[in-house]
């Protein structure tokens, strides 16, 4: 890089992640996947099934 930027720190990469979305129209909800205990959780706002998807979130360190 030819400039040093002016980002605090180093930016977090996206990484492919599974997440539960909500299937229910209008209903923005969604969850890691990884942080469901469920095999095939339920939205908890609306109580619709959820889909399983794959998004590009920012990594999660451990
Ligand atoms: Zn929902």
């Not at 599974?18 to 109580?47: H, N, T, Y």
């Amino acid at each position: 890089m030819a400039f040093f930027s002016k980002q605090p720190a180093e930016p977090i990469p996206d990484v492919e992640t599974k997440v539960w979305a909500c299937s229910s129209e209008g209903c923005s909800c969604w969850m890691r996947a990884d942080f469901s205990l469920q095999k095939e959780p339920q939205c908890p706002i609306c109580k619709s099934s959820m889909n399983e998807e794959i998004r590009m979130l920012p990594e999660l360190k451990s």
